[in-house]
């Protein structure tokens, strides 16, 4: 499949502060003790989609990321890496290498994203409609603690976030409408000669764009060209290629495209919830071939262009990680109910413990429970408790301490008798005896002196 991979790996991300840093750029942020790109760059290899440029944002970080996918797909994949500006967005960034850019079709997709939906299925998709677009869009994820304990203090109790409001036809087949970030806040509009055109429109709440994207390379290159203003594809690109389905002359004769003014106001967006049909048409054509043809059959001089949708099943597995919420989430599911992305990884439980760890003496046992992970090299001493619970590699762990729903990086030190609740403790973090934390973030490196309570706080060095 003729299909050329850019990988948006990103660099340091505000809303991850102060898990990332200079040191551990967001694509190699820990997830379950693993790099948040392994995900996607294990999905592409398996399927078979192994040629690859990873945009990296900064050039220390590039470098970073460039050695660990060196060591650690030696053979499995080619990349290019590529280092652009901080800041520019995920357009910009495609924007900045589109020079590399030779394929007929294009998969973009977001180093965030810790999925198990293969991406061959989105290509796939996208060539089997001749598509301009097609997004790949999965169940809004439900965010929160499953028990006591969530970072920062936050809402505690499960529940599905409001991410999109999109618009699909009948057959879920094409991306008729897309509203995202601050635009679901107010009333949202639609292009009325699409509405029309297509017949009815099925409005979802409860779906979000995973930001995987396929893209005709040359459309796509003529977005970028024409509208050097787009920063985002998610809240840019995509839109105005779905509101200029039906009007795309304008676009690909190079001609600036002319917004209408026919929208229809849609003040009310239940989920599930039908807009009235407007035009009943049973034909087995698409919409867009309808459109382009005149009442006698022959066709018009107007073109279209298609935006498709690849819808993945209720069953699968979809969420970026872009927000600190994001980060637990992803760890205690991917320690739990989506176990099968820990690939390679076998335990005599249903928790995962490398092969070295040690585990406190014979006679005063440690207990790690269900749905927990210790890394290599890891030390526990007598009388610890470990509950849902992600511990990484080479950290040295004192007597009498409890870790519940928390996130433990690597080299970590914590001495007898902590309580460490519904937190992350970042590399090289030095906990002294009998220090308490519940829903705190503490960054790399500091050190939490004896005794010390904190709740809801996030701890770092100055200057970091």
């Known amino acids: 499949m003729d299909f050329q991979v850019v990988v948006l790996a990103g660099g340091n991300s505000k809303n991850l502060t102060p898990l ?62 590529a280092a ?20 007929k079709d ?30 790949m869009l999965c169940s809004v ?5 499953s028990e006591s304990g969530s970072s920062g203090g936050k809402d505690k109790t499960k529940k599905p976030g409001r991410y999109n409001v999109i618009g699909l036809d009948p057959c879920k087949q094409f991306l008729l409408h897309i509203a995202t970030g601050s635009e679901i806040e107010k009333d949202s509009r639609l292009q009325k000669h699409i509405l029309h055109a297509v017949g009815q429109m099925e409005i979802r709440s409860d779906l979000m764009d995973a930001h995987m994207y ?141 092969p070295s760890p040690k585990l406190g003496t014979k006679l005063l046992i440690t207990t790690v429970g269900p749905h927990c992970m210790l890394g290599d090299g890891s030390e526990m001493s007598d009388k610890c408790q470990v509950k849902r619970s992600v511990i990484g590699r080479h950290c040295r762990i004192g007597s009498h301490v409890k870790i519940v729903n928390s996130v433990v990086m690597n080299h970590v030190t914590i001495g007898d008798g902590c309580i460490i609740q519904g937190s992350v403790i970042c590399n090289n973090v030095q906990l002294q005896e009998r220090v308490v934390l519940k829903d705190c973030l503490v960054g790399a490196g500091f050190v939490v002196t004896m005794g010390n309570e904190y709740k809801g706080e996030s701890l770092a060095r100055k200057g970091k």
């Open 20 to 81: 990332v840093s200079k040191d551990v750029p967001k694509p190699l942020l820990l997830v379950a003790n693993r790099p948040v790109l392994y995900y996607v760059l294990h999905q592409l290899r398996q399927s078979n989609l192994k040629d690859l440029i990873v945009v990296v944002e900064g050039e220390d970080a590039a470098l970073l990321v460039g050695e660990w996918i060196s060591k650690t797909f030696e053979d499995g994949l080619h990349v290019e890496i």
């Open 106 to 135: 294009i998969l973009v997709v977001s180093g965030d994203l810790v999925s198990d939906v293969p991406p061959v299925a989105v290509a796939a998709t996208h060539r089997r409609h001749d598509a301009a677009v097609t997004a």
């Open 214 to 354: 396929a893209f005709k390379r040359s459309v796509l290159q003529e977005v970028l060209d024409q509208k050097d203003t787009f920063q985002s594809l998610k809240q840019d690109i995509v839109p105005y290629l779905v509101r200029s389905q039906l009007k795309s002359e304008a676009l690909l004769n190079g001609i600036p495209q002319v917004e209408e003014n026919d929208n229809e106001k849609l003040s009310s967006l239940n989920n599930q919830v039908l807009v009235s049909q407007i035009l009943a048409n049973a034909s087995t054509q698409s919409f867009h071939e309808r459109y382009s043809m005149e009442p006698d059959g022959s066709s018009r001089t107007r073109k279209t262009h298609k935006c498709c949708a690849y819808i993945a099943s209720n069953s699968s597995y979809c969420v970026r990680l872009n927000s600190i919420q994001a980060f637990m989430d992803i760890n205690r599911d991917v320690t739990g109910e989506a176990y099968h992305l820990l690939i390679d990884t076998s335990s005599d439980h249903d928790n995962i413990i490398s």
């Open 141 to 145: 994820p439900v965010s929160g603690s």
């Open 84 to 103: 652009v500006p901080e800041d520019i967005g995920t357009a910009g960034a495609l924007r900045a290498i589109s020079h590399r850019l030779t394929a």
